[in-house]
């Protein structure tokens, strides 16, 4: 099977074309004379930057430290719990991933978000012997996005297949799958010489094909199940043409051109 | 003594009813469909509501089995992902002849609104259906009608399964795409 190749790149396209459009961002605080001010002392050298958005601290730190730092918060500033850890895709923008780990104070109700870029290619430390609830969050990331993590007990896809292709999550993923994805099922079970007896999947869920009548009746002229279609057989159906759209007629919707 | 009255005017003039294997047959076999407990999504819960005692299945002789190997109809009720659709085919495949399959809620019919790359587009893709039941979620009604349009289906069958018609999982794209 040919591998796929991403023909276009969603991320490079501009979301808005306006030109006087600001994208409207959260205000950052600084994070001096908040109750944050000890966390971030305890963490020291590691900090790249902080600052305070939406009463939520917000750390940046370098990918090798993140083990260090998660320690440091768990054990010294009583965040302990890690309560979602992922990554997000900014590869076509910067070739790197944004990963982040959401951590949570239950004693002191506050919150920190560890963030860290990685190049494309690295793996990341595993921070499973810190926090439990990173085994799951870490396994998905590699599904997702198949960014590796050193030291997990078990990296394997959690949520598709074990023998699946590509990473859905990237934004360069397609939504409707690439090829190896649109016939997953069909070469799984009866095998790739299927494909042409099953047929490519219909995505649009409104289209009748009015030669099945296997699948649909037939309205004004009906027809055992399974006959074979005979156009010379189509019969003019005088009573009502607006219950009776031919869809077949227009090539697309107008969903498909949105699209 | 017991008094029997013979009717000369009807039954040929015996107490005797006559019919064919087929009736008798698909007498017997549409008053105990048997449906595989099987659920997949959100549409599984109406099914469950059908099964129990508000709507309740087992009075048209619908109960659900936990085997495939004794059910005689698999209700997909819910969304098919691609992951799963491998096991939904093997316990099609596990259940005994005859079998009938009854396609409940829009993503099993045609993957409703999961226009995604991990739901399956339309499980007759992979198992050939009976009867498409639409909604989302179907009410337990729609169900108990899908159901008493099936056992409509079952009788005017033959015994002999052999000679029903059942749909092939050949699509008119698939033809085309043969042709091609
Ligand atoms: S058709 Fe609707 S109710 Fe049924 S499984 Fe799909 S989303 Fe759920």
């Known amino acids: 099977m040919r ?77 302990t719990q890690c309560s979602e850890q992922s ?120 289209k009748i094909d009015i030669e099945d009548t296997k699948r649909f009746s037939r309205v004004g002229y009906e027809v055992p199940f399974g006959t074979e279609y005979n156009a010379d057989e189509e019969v003019e159906v005088a009573y009502s043409e607006t219950a009776l759209v031919n869809y077949n007629k227009k090539t697309s919707k107008q969903l498909d051109e949105r699209r | 003594m017991a008094q029997h009255q013979v009717n000369y005017a009807s039954s040929a003039g015996l107490p005797i009813a006559l019919t064919s294997v087929d009736k008798l047959v698909n007498w017997g076999r549409s008053n105990s469909l048997w449906p595989l407990t099987y659920g997949l999504a959100c549409c599984a819960i109406e099914m469950m509501a059908s099964g129990a005692s508000r709507y309740d299945f087992d009075r048209m002789g619908t109960i659900f089995r936990a085997s495939p190997r004794q059910a005689d109809v698999m209700i997909l009720a819910g969304t098919l992902s691609k992951k799963h659709s491998e096991f939904a085919r093997r316990l099609y495949d596990q259940m005994t002849e005859p079998k009938w399959v009854i396609s409940m809620g829009s993503c099993a019919n045609t993957g409703g609104m999961f226009n995604t790359y991990a739901t399956v587009q339309g499980v007759d893709r992979i198992i050939p259906v009976d009867i498409y039941l639409p909604g989302c979620a179907p009410r337990p009604e729609t169900l108990q009608y899908a159901m008493m349009m099936l056992q409509k289906k079952i009788r005017r069958e033959s015994a002999d399964m052999k000679k029903n018609t059942k749909q092939d999982l050949t699509t008119q794209a698939g033809k085309r795409a043969r042709l091609i």
């Open chain 1, 3 to 79: 591998k796929y190749v991403p023909k276009d790149n969603v991320q490079k396209k501009a979301y808005y074309t306006d030109r006087f459009h600001v994208v409207p961002r959260v205000p950052r605080e600084k994070v001096i004379d908040t109750h944050f001010e000890a966390t971030v002392f305890n963490l020291g050298e590691y900090v790249k930057d902080s600052y305070v958005e939406i009463g939520q601290l917000v750390v940046h730190i370098d990918a090798n430290d993140n083990f260090a730092v998660l320690k440091i918060l768990k054990e010294q500033c009583g965040y």
């Open chain 1, 87 to 206: 990554a997000v895709d900014y590869l076509a923008k910067d070739g790197e991933f944004e990963l982040f780990w959401q951590m949570l104070n239950v004693n002191e109700a506050k919150r920190v978000r560890v963030v860290c870029r990685l190049k494309e290619g690295l793996a990341i430390e595993s921070v499973e012997p810190l926090f439990k609830s990173a085994n799951f969050a870490e396994r998905e990331m590699f599904d997702m996005f198949g960014i590796k993590v050193n030291n997990h007990p078990f990296l394997k896809r959690i949520l598709m297949p074990d023998d699946w292709e590509g990473h859905p999550l990237l934004k360069t993923y397609p939504l409707f799958g690439d090829e190896f994805a649109s016939w997953y099922e069909v070469d799984k079970i009866f095998g790739k010489e299927y494909r042409d007896i099953i047929g490519p999947e219909n995505r649009d869920p409104g």
